[in-house]
């Protein structure tokens, strides 16, 4: 069954320290998405990724860096943490259209101390 | 810029109470309209999209028309049930952002048995 993996799903992480978050997607999308989650913020587009090898800046971007090695695979990764970054971050795949639906992962929830 | 506006952050309804959840948009283009579910512990589903003016979408008991002239997409279901308790976003998608998702802010619905 297609679907959208990521890992962890639960990381606490030290202000300061590296933090890498993977997904993976066997759905065959183009696009790859990292969302992440905030009370009162709802979904914000961090990166995404129209393939293997490319990436893009989403609405905030800041702080954050993203990877698509291949395919089925994007990572994001926050080179030094902050609590500020403490949130539920989720991974997406789906086609390059704007009739696009997009498939989640069930989330990774990540705090920063 | 693009946007979409939730007006309800928190509804509350008993079981068989009428839903109606309110979205409204902001887009420069002629978006596609979306409506997600999020259940507790997993990642947002699509629920259905509208294309087009006067155009309805409708999943599992629920339904939105597509309104150009107030440029809303509002969530509605004549009936609902304990297990509608979720979280429901309101997205756009537009051409020119090649499978890119806008969300609101998400509502919050709890459904008392």
């Known amino acids: 069954e297609a679907a959208v993996t990521q890992s962890p799903r639960n990381k606490v992480a030290v202000t300061g320290g590296k933090v890498t978050l993977s997904c993976n997607q066997t759905?065959?999308?183009?696009?790859m998405y990292w969302y992440r989650q905030d009370t009162g913020h709802g979904l914000r587009l961090i990166h995404y990724?129209?393939?293997?090898?490319?990436?893009e800046k989403g609405d905030i971007p800041d702080g954050y860096k993203a990877s698509r090695p291949s395919q089925e695979n994007f990572s994001l990764i926050l080179e030094l943490a902050t609590p500020s970054q403490t949130s539920v971050y989720f991974c997406?795949?789906?086609?390059?259209?704007?009739?696009?639906?997009?498939?989640f992962g069930a989330g990774t929830r990540l705090s920063v101390l | 810029g693009d946007s979409v506006t939730q007006t309800e952050g928190q509804v509350a309804l008993s079981e068989e109470d009428f839903l109606t959840i309110h979205c409204n948009y902001s887009?420069?283009?002629?978006?596609?309209l979306f409506w997600y579910v999020q259940y507790p512990g997993e990642g947002p589903q699509f629920l259905f999209r509208?294309?087009?003016?006067?155009e309805k979408g409708s999943s599992r008991g629920f339904e939105a028309t597509y309104d150009k002239g107030t440029t809303s997409f509002h969530l509605r279901k004549a009936s609902v049930q304990e297990s509608d308790s979720a979280v429901y976003y309101c997205?756009?998608?537009?051409?020119?952002?090649?499978?890119?998702?806008?969300f609101g802010q998400g509502t919050k619905l709890s459904i008392k048995p």
């Open positions: 759905n065959n999308h183009n696009n």
């Open positions: 997406a795949s789906g086609e390059r259209s704007s009739q696009n639906t997009l498939y």
């Open positions: 997205a756009l998608g537009l051409n020119y952002n090649q499978g890119k998702l806008i």
């Open positions: 887009a420069s283009g002629y978006p596609a």
């Open positions: 990724s129209y393939g293997a090898g490319s990436t």
């Open positions: 509208a294309s087009r003016d006067k």
